[in-house]
Each structure stands twice: as C-alpha cells, then as structure tokens.
Nanobody, 123 residues
Framework: QVQLVESGGGLVQAGASLRLSCAAS????????MGWFRQAPGKEREFVAA????????YYADFVKGRFTIFRDNAKNTMYLRMNSLKPEDTAVYYC????????????????WGQGTQVTVSS
C-alpha cells in the first residue's frame, strides 16, 4: 500500500516561489504516475501536474504551464512541485496521489491520497 505525505506549503506573497514535496513509501513506484491536485475553498479538487515515475515524462494543467515544474528524486522516493510566480488564485490545499493511468487528469483515477499541504498566496 503506497503512502504519501506532502509538505512544503506556507503563506507567501504574490510573485514568490514555493517547493512542495510528496514523500512516498510502501510500494514499488516504477509502475506509477504520481500527480498533484489542488482544492481551493468552495471549489472542486483540480488536476495540477503529473509525472511518470519511470522515465520522468510529465504533463500539466494549462493554467500552470511555464510557472510550475514537477520532478522526482528516485533515490529519495520523493516527488516535488516547484511553483514560481505564485498568484492569489493559486491558494489551495495541494494533494499528491498515484495512478496507473499515465495521461489521466481525472481525480477518480488517482488513489493513495496524502493529507494535503496548505498554500496561501497573499496579494
């Protein structure tokens, strides 16, 4: 059973950067694609980015292209989300999860959700 733990959130000003981490344990990750989702207050959880653990192929939501970068460190079993040029509308709880379906952006295709980390961007 894969277990995921997010960290790295915080309160920052608009234009700042943050790096989120998702530490994985309890499985063989080479078969998985790992992804980031976020959920803002009063909104549904939405896809942000994902990376195939084996090979490192990535894909992103259109609204973060050019600002966010997803990457992983195989040796540490950790996935990251580097977020630059943060905007107030990026304020949300950010979650990581895994799927066997590379390319999917559908929440219900992902599992083993972490507890989330809060990102708050002030204007």
């Amino acid at each position: 059973q894969v277990q995921l733990v997010e960290s790295g959130g915080g309160l920052v000003q608009a234009g700042a950067s943050l790096r989120l981490s998702c530490a994985a344990s309890g499985g063989t990750f080479s078969y998985y694609t790992m992804g980031w989702f976020r959920q803002a207050p009063g909104k549904e959880r939405e896809f942000v980015a994902a990376i195939r653990w084996s090979g490192g192929n990535t894909y992103y939501a259109d609204f973060v292209k050019g600002r966010f970068t997803i990457f992983r460190d195989n040796a540490k079993n950790t996935m990251y989300l580097r977020m630059n040029s943060l905007k107030p509308e990026d304020t949300a709880v950010y979650y990581c999860a895994v799927t066997l379906l590379y390319g999917t952006r559908t929440e219900t295709d992902f599992g083993s959700w972490g507890q989330g980390t809060q990102v708050t961007v002030s204007s």
